[in-house]
């Protein structure tokens, strides 16, 4: 499925009006991953698609609101990862994959490493992505931004940093960077293919959309 401006995409997992709002101020096409039809409609989002194995949504008559319908019986990976493996955009938004049950909200950040697409999640607090290889965020000076390795990481160089990056060696069961902040209302990324999450506030959803497109 190629589209050409960003996609929203909706899981199952917990769902505010705040988020769906949001996302939808960057994203044209809704497509839901399974289960996540039934919580789109409960926002009136127009669906576009549902992909999934089909466990988790009762297609019966619904098919003209929940647009086309794609089964994937695979069950070595999840709905999350059945819509990457499908949709080919600049940008895919997901709301619905952050919180709630903790196994589902690891399986979401183990897909963002896995796939190495241009997705952003966005929670309830926070939004998540996997760090490109150069990031240019504008964001007022002290914005919180963290930084969680999924893998053994080197060789990230970052400007404008309270406590840069370069030079680091991160790793989940060694040394990570959380609660860091921006020290200048530029930040510069830089990432040579490290499994790095960038962690930052909902609110800079906007500044970190600008900054992939740098």
Same mark, same amino acid.
């Given at each position: 499925?190629?589209? &050409?401006? +960003?996609?929203?995409?909706?899981?199952?997992?917990?769902?505010?009006?705040?988020?769906?709002?949001?996302?939808?101020?960057?994203?044209?096409?809704?497509?839901?991953?399974?289960?996540?039809?039934?919580?789109?409609?409960?926002?009136?989002?127009?669906?576009?698609?549902?992909?999934?194995?089909?466990?988790?949504?009762?297609?019966?008559?619904?098919?003209?609101?929940?647009?086309?319908?794609?089964?994937?019986?695979?069950?070595?990976?999840?709905?999350?990862?059945?819509?990457?493996?499908?949709?080919?955009?600049?940008?895919?938004?997901?709301?619905?994959?952050?919180?709630?049950?903790?196994?589902?909200?690891?399986?979401?950040? &183990?897909?963002?490493?896995?796939?190495?697409?241009?997705?952003?999640?966005?929670?309830?607090?926070? !939004?998540?992505?996997? !760090?490109?290889?150069?990031?240019?965020?504008?964001?007022?000076?002290?914005?919180?931004?963290?930084?969680? +390795?999924?893998? +053994?990481?080197?060789?990230?160089?970052?400007?404008?940093?309270?406590?840069?990056?370069?030079?680091?060696?991160?790793? +989940?069961?060694?040394?990570?960077?959380?609660? &860091?902040?921006?020290?200048?209302?530029?930040?510069?990324?830089? &990432?040579?293919?490290?499994?790095?999450?960038?962690?930052?506030?909902?609110?800079?959803?906007?500044?970190?959309?600008?900054?992939?497109?740098?």
């Amino acid at each position: 499925m190629k589209f &050409n401006t +960003p996609v929203l995409l909706v899981g199952n997992g917990p769902l505010e009006g705040g988020a769906v709002a949001l996302a939808q101020e960057f994203s044209q096409t809704v497509i839901a991953a399974d289960g996540g039809a039934a919580a789109a409609l409960r926002y009136d989002l127009p669906l576009a698609a549902v992909i999934g194995d089909m466990d988790s949504v009762d297609q019966g008559s619904t098919t003209g609101r929940y647009g086309k319908f794609t089964r994937i019986d695979d069950q070595d990976t999840t709905d999350f990862e059945k819509c990457l493996s499908l949709i080919d955009a600049p940008l895919t938004l997901g709301i619905g994959f952050l919180g709630g049950r903790l196994d589902h909200e690891l399986a979401a950040l &183990n897909a963002l490493v896995r796939h190495r697409q241009p997705v952003v999640l966005v929670g309830e607090v926070d !939004l998540v992505f996997l !760090l490109p290889a150069s990031l240019s965020l504008s964001l007022p000076v002290g914005t919180r931004l963290s930084f969680f +390795p999924m893998g +053994p990481v080197a060789g990230v160089e970052s400007e404008g940093l309270a406590w840069a990056l370069n030079g680091r060696s991160l790793g +989940p069961a060694a040394l990570i960077s959380t609660s &860091n902040r921006s020290a200048a209302p530029l930040v510069e990324l830089r &990432n040579p293919g490290q499994p790095l999450l960038c962690i930052l506030p909902r609110e800079t959803l906007g500044a970190a959309l600008k900054g992939f497109k740098s």
